[in-house]
Every structure is written in structure tokens, then in C-alpha cells.
């Protein structure tokens, strides 16, 4: 969840219209954005969206949704209300058929409903953030949800692990005695949604302790790649870990290991780029002087004369064929960026050490979305993607084809303002189950987390 862009009406209108289908062409070298994915049937979307009677999810024709969990219902364990605040998500594949949903919650130390504190699943019982995890069937019928960590802080997204498990980012760099807490937070968690128990609340230093956004890992090598969601300038860096045990299974990321931030040279901030297809050889890779930031934020740190990259608001992350794709969702020059733009989605391919910008998002492109930034994004059923909206007014799951067209997958209909000035709780968290039937997605506030199902493929 991050402050929301600037946005304009036109689009919106067209979005937002009744049913009217959204399809913009992208141009440029958008086809690169799939490389190595699985085979498509090359969708254009699924129609226009039809307005839901219940007032909650609007959909295209022959899709259905099932709310699993709302914010403030009991957890099915008992161990408290669900808590606010409905984040980055991951579906894992669990035993005899079932899906172990584990979700984040972006609680700060002022949120109404914090992650219940469970002994030996917390780590700070001052911070109200963590995750739950929902235990699912086949045909999405929950059997289970628990609170998996309890006692951090500002759970924004993450990523999967190779070995199943999620690890969960703190967005926050608060130490104790700040807002009320009693530990240093900014770190990463390991968490095991079908066994929270194995991985309890152990906060993995060496990962680096910053305002972490996503992960992903290279399943290969694995490596770690963290973006940083930093608000102020300096802004964000893009981050990789070399761990000691690659690999290892659930745990192994506790022996430690190195890391280290992204300096493209001749290129101090990402912004300034703005030309889909544009590609930098000999990306390097620069040892972080002290990850655990005792002194002095990471961003603000001594990376030597040649410096470092930034970029501003550096979200989602993801693996796909043999590269790491990772997310900015706006850079505004008054806020201190060198350029303006509403979305870039940046390619890595760590064989040749190649970065290339794959995608921009205006205002000087011919892409123009400014008011829709991207957000938490994921491969998708039809080997496309869906991208999570963060941005002002209705709030869509955008698909984005591999053709690079873009349709309005699922509007909100939850308004949480007032007729006069209504708002919508943004998206976030979206994911497929291991075998592509459904779509889970979260509406932030007021948190709920749905089950999509229907034609996907």
C-alpha cells in the first residue's frame, strides 16, 4: 500500500464506465516481458465488466468470486479478529490437494486491528503487524485460518520461496524505542503457512534492514532480489542476496550470506530513462557497507565515488523464465526524481548481467495511464499479467496480455468514503493457485480477500 499517484479523468472514465472493455495497445519492446513464460492463448481480456449486485467485486461475464475472510471476523482458530489491512499474498501449494493462503497484513503501531500476539510467532508484542494463513480445498472452501507471524511491523509484500514458504517484508525501518516498539524493525521473515510453528518469528538480518517492498527468487542460483519502497529522497535501492546456503530448503536463509545493491553506471536514478527496449550491459554489483543500517539508512550509505542507483517507489518483484522483473510505480520530479513517469517495469537478466526498461507508463509515452500505477503484479493463468492498481478513484485488477494489451480484469465497488468524496480501498496481494483455476486478490480496506474463478485459460 503507498501514496497514491496523481491521476486523470479520461482514463478513469473508461475504466470506470459501465462495462465499457478497456484495451490500450502498448508499444515498444513490451513482447520481452514474457520472454520465457509459459505458451498463451493470447487473450484481449474477457469482456466487459458486469456490475455485482452485492456491491463488492465487479467481473467480466462467466466469473465468480467467493469472499474467504473479511477484516474483524473471528480467525477461524480463535485467536482473535481477522486484522486489517489485507497485503501482499501467496498461494502454496499444500498436501492431499489443498492451498495454503498466506497473507500479509500492512499494520502500522496506529492500526485498528493488529495481528493477534501468539507466543512463539511473535516478535515484537508492541507491533500490530504479521500474516495470516488461510488452509484452502479444492474447490477454495476454507478448512483453516491462524495467525502465522505476529509482532511485526508494516507487512507490505514479498515473495515465494522455492521450498513453499513466504517471506514476508517489513516496509518500515523504525528501531525500538520508536512509535512504541521494543525491537529494531526493517527486516525480512521466513514464514510457513501450512507450519508457522517451523519458522516462528526469526527476522533474517543478513537480508538487509530497510523499507523491503517484494522479493523474488532466482529458483536456479537462489538468489534473492529485494526491492526498496523508500518515500523521501534518496529513494529506493534494488537489492540481491547471495545467501551462504542457497537452496536449502525452509531456514537456510538464516545462515547468512551477502548483500549487495544494483549500481548501473552512468545512471543515478532509474527515472531518467524513458524509452521501452533501452538496455544497460554490465550491471554491477556493489557489496552493502552495513546492511543492518546502525547508523545510517542504507540508501543515505557510502557505496564509493561512483555511487549508487536509485529509483523512486520500487514495488513489485517476481521471477519469470530467467530473469527477475521488478516494479516502480511513479517517480515526480517535485518529489525529488530526475524524471516523471507513472510506472516502469525493468527486466534483469543476471546471465548477461542486462537490464532493460520494458515497460513505461507516461506522461511523455505513448502509454498513457498516469493515474494507474502499478502496483503488485504476477504471471497470470493465460501466461499474461495481472497488475494490483494504486491510484485514486475505483481501484481495478488490470490484465495485461501478452500482446501487451490492457483490460479491466475486476473493479471494487467497496466505497469507503461518502457520496461526495467516495474512495476504494486499493488491491494488493494478487496471486494464482499452483494450478492456474483461481485468482486470489485483497482489497487493502476494508480488508477482504477473494477467491476469482471462471474461464481463465
Partial sequence: MSTAPRSTATRRQVLAGSGAAAAIAFTGAFSELFAGTAAARGHDG???LVPDPDGLLDLPKGFRYRVLSREGEPLRSGEGPV????????ALRGRNGRIHLVRNHENRHTAEIGVPTIEGLTYDPAAKGGCTSLELDGRNKVLGERVAIAGTAVNCAGGPTPWRTWLTCEENEDKA???GYTKDHGFI??????????TGAVPLTAMGRFQHEAIAVDPKSGIVYETEDAFEKPFGLFYRFLPEKPLGGTGSLRAGGELEAMRVPGV??????????TSFDRIEWVPVPDPLAKETAIRFQDFGPKGIT????LEGCYWGGSSVYFVSSFAHRDEGSAADHYGQVWRYEPKKRRLTLVVIFGPDTDIQLPGESPDNICLAADGGLMVCEDGGGAQHVLGVTRRGEVYAMARGRQNIGTPEEPEWGEFAGVTFSPDGSTMYVNCYTPGTTFAVTGPWC
Avoid: C, I, W
Avoid at 310 to 313: R, S, V
Fill in 83 to 90: 486484522p486489517s489491512n489485507h497485503d501482499g499474498m501467496a
Fill in 310 to 313: 536509485h529509483a523512486q517507489k
Fill in 268 to 277: 543515478p536514478d532509474l527515472s531518467v530513462v524513458q524509452e521501452t527496449g
Fill in 177 to 179: 524505542g520508536t512509535n
Fill in 46 to 48: 474477457y469482456g466487459p
Fill in 189 to 198: 521473515f521466513e514464514v510457513d503457512g501450512a507450519d508457522p510453528r517451523r
